[in-house]
């Protein structure tokens, strides 16, 4: 692992080649015990489970490139204001972002609530607006680090 700072000393680019299961959370643990939250995680590869669990951890912003099938996350996580007090999510809002925690797309999602995916994505612009955030991922770690989900 190579470590970058920059010269603020609460910034810091953390370089990896690879995430497997489970480091991602401990990577965050560590971060957080050291006080750099605001922290950049680079991996070659991770699965996007553990990019959310950095996120949900506190890390700013966890990007992975996968190899060979050119896939890439990105999930930058705006902070939100502390006396910001954002809106309850109803019932079926929760419903929607558990499932996008799971990894379901849009269509997937509406089929297993019996909504269209145009209902979907309309659920997910009105999550996003109450939490701030709208990519998906950075949406998953928000509503962790509240405990939503």
Known sequence: ???????????????????VAGEGGVIARNLGRRGQHAALVLAHR????????????GVRGAV??????GITFTA????????????PLTARELS???LVAEGQSNRAIG??????AL????????????LGTGDR???VAVALRRGLI
């Open 111 to 116: 089929e297993s609530l019996g909504l269209s």
């Open 137 to 139: 991922a950075a949406l």
């Open 64 to 69: 992975a490139i996968e190899q060979g099938k």
């Open 119 to 130: 209902t979907v994505k309309s659920h997910l612009a009105r999550i996003a607006r109450k």
């Open 1 to 19: 692992m190579r470590r970058a700072s920059t010269p603020q000393a609460d910034t810091m680019c953390i370089v990896v080649p690879q995430i």
């Open 76 to 87: 930058p996580v705006p902070r939100p204001a502390p006396h910001a007090e954002a809106p």
């Open 46 to 57: 991770s699965e996007a489970r553990e990019l959310v669990a950095l996120l949900a951890g």
């Open 96 to 98: 929607v972002l558990s």
